[in-house]
T-cell receptor
Framework: GESVGLHLPTLSVQEGDNSIINCAYSNSASDYFIWYKQESGKGPQFIIDIRSNMDKRQGQRVTVLLNKTVKHLSLQIAATQPGDSAVYFCAETRQAGTALIFGKGTTLSVSS | GAVVSQHPSRVICKSGTSVKIECRSLDFQATTMFWYRQFPKQSLMLMATSNEGSKATYEQGVEKDKFLINHASLTLSTLTVTSAHPEDSSFYIC????????????FGQGTRLTVV
């Protein structure tokens, strides 16, 4: 079946470094993508989203890039902080009112 | 953003008993809510879509008689794990999307179910 995949299961960085988390999706019909952060024992927390008519979107310290040609999504975190340590999931959907489909997740570990 | 509240956050039950988990949208109406299940070190897997006033839609492989979903109002969906067994131990998370716009989903805090 179609799903949102993951390139790296874990990523370890030093505080202050920039982090890049990748995600591959297989459904070319997906038109809305979201990155979520999940801390242990909690529900996912929205980070940033992007629609298929865009290829880049910036937030505070975070940037999402979308490459529709190769069906690839990435999350860039600038000046990574220990508080950024968590599991990061990409999710995709095709239309309003439908469920999000999640990728496998990347564990980001930030050391001081 | 919109708030989704889930209760309880943790529950321990004996094998064979049933457990009810509540999911409420606190500041918006949700005609549709979604229930996910998450095992340790794994992603969120969609279990079912809860529809207000009608039957839930279950994903392939999810037993509808075991995971009973009720969505009786625009702000409340419940998931009942019936005759729970240790293999049902997991993290259950609900979510809802606001209105008819293709925007983010809001998630509850999750419920850690442990069946002993």
């Amino acid at each position: 079946g179609e799903s949102v995949g993951l390139h790296l299961p874990t990523l370890s960085v030093q505080e202050g470094d920039n982090s890049i988390i990748n995600c591959a999706y297989s459904n070319s019909a997906s038109d809305y993508f979201i990155w979520y952060k999940q801390e242990s024992g909690k529900g996912p927390q929205f980070i940033i989203d992007i629609r298929s008519n865009m290829d880049k979107r910036q937030g505070q310290r975070v940037t999402v890039l979308l490459n529709k040609t190769v069906k690839h999504l990435s999350l860039q975190i600038a000046a990574t902080q220990p508080g950024d340590s968590a599991v990061y999931f990409c999710a995709e959907t095709r239309q309003a009112g439908t469920a999000l489909i999640f990728g496998k997740g990347t564990t980001l570990s930030v050391s001081s | 953003g919109a708030v989704v509240s889930q209760h309880p956050s943790r529950v321990i039950c004996k094998s064979g008993t049933s457990v009810k988990i509540e999911c409420r949208s606190l500041d918006f109406q949700a005609t549709t809510m979604f229930w996910y299940r998450q095992f340790p070190k794994q992603s969120l897997m969609l279990m079912a879509t809860s529809n207000e006033g009608s039957k839930a839609t279950y994903e392939q492989g999810v037993e509808k008689d075991k995971f009973l979903i009720n969505h009786a109002s625009l702000t409340l969906s419940t998931l009942t794990v019936t005759s729970a067994h240790p293999e049902d131990s997991s993290f259950y998370i609900c979510s809802a999307r606001v209105g008819d716009m293709n925007t983010e989903a809001f998630f509850g805090q999750g419920t850690r179910l442990t069946v002993v």
